[in-house]
DNA sequence: CCCATGATTCGATAATTATCGAAATATAGG
DNA sequence: CCTATATTTCGATAATTATCGAATCATGGG
């Protein structure tokens, strides 16, 4: 995993509107949520709306699908967990880390 | 954990700088690393690389102590995963996720 | 084909964030 | 006390990002 795309997906999370919608859509599981409900949950105008969801699959964090006339959008939890593993890598230079650390980052073989 | 803080958690990493200097800072463990061979390290002005550092103190995610004329900065393990339960917290709605989803988000007791 | 619905794209504007030199602050040593 | 070092604060400017209405595109039903 690369920084570019670690940085786009923390950028797309650190925003009020697209937090809120990435937990709805992480809550929701695999039947996901449709756009135009997101923005009515979230009081979001459905153009913001898009451009919000536009930057979450931009980085790779939701998926979408069409169904009739609605786009539904889904978490991916495979990326989640790899932006998580990227961001706990080689913690505590490979020392074993206190427990109250909580630091319990698998070894990355795919790291970058 | 609330969700403010959680947004500023994720915008201090969610740039090119702080999220080198945090991946420094978690590799270095508790030693820490000094804001100035921080600066030399990223080939970023001081002044700059203090602007970061202050960045990633404000979201809590770093901690910094002073050593005679160095202020030496360190990764806080602990907020880390606060922020990483957060985003994942009641994953699928409950729901047993798939193995391969790889999400395996504790019970959040402290769930905001 | 026409209309309604659900969503995205466009474009202009407002708001936030990054950059970096110069000046200021703190610590240490002679 | 004076000087050097390490870092932060200030201030001005550049760059990026968010907002939202209007227009456009896609789908489905009558």
Redo the contacts between chains.
């Keep these: 995993m690369q920084?570019e795309i670690?940085?786009r997906a923390?950028?797309a999370?650190?925003?009020?509107h697209r937090?809120?919608a990435?937990?709805l859509l992480?809550?929701?599981?695999?039947d996901g949520i449709a756009a135009g409900m997101l923005a009515e949950k979230l009081g979001v105008p459905a153009s913001s709306m898009s451009f919000h969801l536009a930057q979450l699959t931009h980085a790779g964090l939701i998926t979408q699908r069409r169904q009739s006339r609605s786009i539904i959008y889904s978490a991916d939890?495979?990326a989640?967990?790899r932006l998580?593993g990227y961001?706990?890598?080689?913690?505590?230079?490979g020392?074993p880390?206190a427990d109250?650390?909580?630091?319990?980052a698998p070894p990355q073989s795919d790291a970058a």
């Excluded at 961001?87 to 230079?93: D, F, K, P, R, V």
């Excluded at 109250?100 to 319990?104: E, I, L, N, R, V």
Aim: net charge negative; aromatic share 6%; charged share 15%.
């Design positions: 920084s670690v940085i923390l950028a999370l650190a925003q009020e937090l809120a990435y937990r992480v809550q929701a599981g695999d939890y495979a989640m967990n998580m961001l706990t890598e080689n913690c505590c230079g020392i880390c109250d650390a909580g630091c319990s």
